[in-house]
């Protein structure tokens, strides 16, 4: 496979290489080159030069659109492949990463070709007053440079996300992956290659977030920074982005919640909670990582649900019957083990998981049970922080304004999920909860029509629909004098 960094147009061998790890064995699966910040001066200029100067920024929205639509099936003609890489590299296991990850990849890079026309439309405002009569064309322009700065979690989806819309407005950008999971970015550098897009529209560039941050953040040929990731990392870019004023997206951490009424329909919110908070070991942002239940059926509740926690079955990310995979890395790993014994030191109860499991064949990889935990308080680090791994505090509660303190007693506000038989119950408290999005009686739908990003310390912009799509466009007003018979007032002004 591809194993080297893609600039303008080339794909570029360091001298120095980076081992990638497979988390289910802890071995090297990867030797791949990792770029500095020489490479970084290089990307950018290269994607400064196909905006300004090159084929990329002349192209007609038809010729844009045909190129994106390539790479979709691009993606699609090595589904098979990315499946299995993206599976190795991040423990997710197969099933997951064959009908969610990959195929979403791909739909995100057809739905923004083929929308690209209707929502880049430009707007014609008359302006009729008594001072003055004129017209404003609304012109939604690219940004120009975007740096795509992406997780480990789903390498390939988030990337997609952010590419599809970006180069569907226009921009070029330089994609960073994390050094943890470079490899389906790397297979996706081919794809685009193969796609043919001219030089310099796509760079991807595999490095260590530490060391190029910096000058990819705050060069001042940058227009744009697009990041997903965790508040720390966050704090930082924004900081780097301050010295040359950039535009950002920010989709940061969460801890949100799940909310089960009584009149819920239980095999639903149980099944439906069990997934919000343990796919992809349960190292999603949008994490329900919070549950709240209503006293009369919370006994109920915890019994069904940890049954069937205590069911999902760990095993190799390549076996297609495998449920749970194991964690990114070791350091993941020993978080969360010091979340879950901080928590039981604090009076926390574990009633299911709370370990890593017992198997021998699973003894070298970063595996973790299924962890349960109740007679947990709203004080404790592992209610408040965000853990990151396949842990739920499962909480009681009576009446809909205490769960609306609770749900909200949180300094993210990401997502939340409500179970409940009563849609207008679930209206009005979807309105009350503070999270950027809501889902009633599901979990974890994404759309490409449809705008997601979070609110307080879980960022803000959107990505996806249309909302999504325009934050990586920049609005321009061209005003035009239609002042009948006369001249506009600014001819009169000095009296000259
Ligand atoms: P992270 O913040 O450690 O890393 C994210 C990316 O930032 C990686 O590519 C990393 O190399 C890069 N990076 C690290 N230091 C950097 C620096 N100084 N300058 C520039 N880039 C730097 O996050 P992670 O551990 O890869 O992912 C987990 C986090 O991502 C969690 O907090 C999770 O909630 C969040 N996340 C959020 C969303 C969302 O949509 N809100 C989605 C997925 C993940």
């Known amino acids: 496979m591809n194993t080297n960094l893609y600039i303008n147009g080339e794909f570029k061998e360091t001298p120095n290489k980076q081992d990638v790890i497979n988390p289910s064995t802890g071995e090297v699966i990867a030797k791949v080159s990792i770029a500095e910040n020489a490479e970084v001066e290089y990307a950018i200029k290269s994607a400064r030069n196909s905006i300004d100067y090159g084929l990329w920024g002349k192209l007609s ?18 589904a098979a492949e990315l499946a299995s890489l993206e599976s190795l590299n991040t423990g997710k296991p197969i099933k997951e990463t064959t009908f969610m990850d990959i195929p979403s990849s791909a739909a995100a890079f057809e739905y923004f070709a083929n929308n690209l026309e209707k929502y880049l439309v430009k707007e014609s405002i008359e302006i009729n007053s008594s001072i003055a009569k004129a017209q404003g064309n609304l012109i939604r322009e690219p940004q120009g440079v975007v740096v795509l700065i992406v997780p480990w979690n789903y390498p390939l989806l988030i990337a997609s996300w952010k590419m599809a819309q970006a180069l569907a407005a226009g921009n070029a950008v330089i994609l960073k992956p994390s050094s943890l999971t470079p490899l389906t970015a790397l297979i996706l550098a081919k794809i685009v290659n193969d796609a043919g897009l001219p030089a310099g529209a796509v760079n991807i560039l595999n490095a260590d977030g530490d060391t190029v941050g910096k000058t990819l953040c705050s060069d001042k040929r940058v227009d744009m920074v697009s990041f997903t990731g965790s508040n720390a990392v966050g704090k930082k870019i924004m900081e780097y982005a301050s010295s040359n004023v950039k535009k950002l997206i920010m989709e940061l951490g969460g801890k949100s919640a799940g909310i089960v009424f009584k009149d819920a329909d239980l095999e639903s919110a149980v099944n ?3 997934c919000s908070i343990f796919l992809n070991q349960g190292q999603m942002c949008t994490a329900m990582s919070r549950i709240f239940v209503q006293d009369e059926i919370y006994d109920n509740f915890i019994n069904n649900f940890s049954a069937k926690a205590a069911r999902i079955k760990l095993g190799k990310p390549e076996d297609f019957e495998t449920q749970m995979g194991p964690l990114m890395s070791r350091p993941q790993l020993e978080k969360v083990i010091s979340y879950v014994q901080k928590a039981k030191a604090q009076g926390a109860k574990i009633v299911c998981g709370g370990k890593a499991p017992d198997g021998a064949s699973l003894k070298q990889g970063f595996f973790f049970e299924p962890t349960v935990l109740t007679q947990v308080l709203p004080s404790m680090a592992i209610f408040r922080e965000e853990v990151f791994g396949p842990v739920v505090c499962i909480t009681k509660f009576s009446a809909i304004e205490e769960v609306i303190k609770l749900a909200n007693a949180s300094d993210f506000a990401l997502a939340a999920s409500i179970w409940t038989k009563d849609s207008t119950k679930a209206q009005h408290l979807a309105a009350q909860i503070n999270a950027g999005t809501v889902w009633i009686n599901t979990y974890g739908m994404f759309f490409n029509e449809l705008p ?3 609110f307080k310390q879980s960022g ?13 466009t920049r609005l321009k007003n061209v005003i035009t004098d239609k002042t009948q018979d006369s001249k506009p007032l600014v001819n009169y002004w000095y009296g000259f």
Do not use: A, M, T
């Open 61 to 78: 929205l038809d010729e844009r659109k045909n190129f994106i639509l390539k790479i979709s099936q691009g993606i699609l003609d090595h």
């Open 272 to 274: 439906g909670c069990l």
């Open 452 to 454: 997601y990003g979070g």
């Open 460 to 472: 803000f912009g959107k990505e996806l629909g249309k909302e999504g799509f325009l934050e990586y």
